[in-house]
């Protein structure tokens, strides 16, 4: 097999946490440039430096490798928006932080909202519950602010903050995929704004 131009020298011994990471690197490299069903395990072996059955140790499967990959992001992503919330207490700057987290994703090493956001394997019922449990865990943390600000039913607080989650992420995904030359902070600012204007409107419960 002709070695690829990003293939990693073999033989190198490494602790199985790390030799972890360095699969899901070349998985990752892997996935995003072809998708799922393009993907070869040879070729994510060959990009990460090592054979096929030490590859197989650490995962029996493709599907099984992108599903740790999928794990790892989506996690991400729902701490970036855990943590966007809990930067601060004044809402305008809270709709701001979350919409942030969106765009500091996207704009992420490695491309890796493409398998978040963009899997060409959602019709697989475990890529699917995991990319669902994105939007899920997301928008009930955005939802649960607005209850508690607004006093807005869990109903009202929950379809209030689906959109803001899709909003974020479709803007967010745009914005990356554009050839337009807005800064990301403008374009986090600008957005930002347009959520504020509708979200601000509720009246405070205090």
């Excluded at 019709?123 to 649960?144: P, T």
């Amino acid at each position: 097999m002709t070695a690829t131009p990003d293939a990693k020298p073999r033989g190198t011994r490494l602790p199985r946490m790390a030799r972890r990471r360095q699969l899901l690197s070349a998985a990752q490299e892997v996935f995003v440039e072809n998708g799922y069903h393009a993907a070869a395990m040879d070729e994510i072996a060959e990009r990460a430096g090592v054979s096929k059955p030490v590859l197989y140790q650490h995962f029996p499967g493709k599907q099984e490798l992108y599903l740790a990959l999928l794990d790892l992001h989506v996690d991400d992503m729902i701490a970036r928006c855990r943590d966007a919330l809990a930067s601060t207490t004044d809402n305008k700057q809270r709709v701001q932080a979350a919409i942030g987290a969106f765009f500091d994703f996207v704009s992420g090493q490695g491309e890796a909202f493409r398998l978040v956001f963009e899997s060409d394997l959602r019709n697989v019922a475990q890529v699917r519950q995991r990319i669902e449990r994105n939007l899920r865990e997301s928008a009930e943390m955005i939802s649960q602010v607005i209850q508690e600000d607004t006093g807005c039913s869990s109903d009202e607080a929950r379809l209030l903050g689906v959109g803001l989650v899709g909003m974020a992420e479709v803007s967010a995904r745009y914005w990356i995929s554009s050839t337009g030359s807005i800064p990301k902070d403008a374009a986090t600012q600008l957005m930002a704004r347009l959520a504020w204007r509708g979200i601000s409107g509720f009246p405070r419960t205090s």
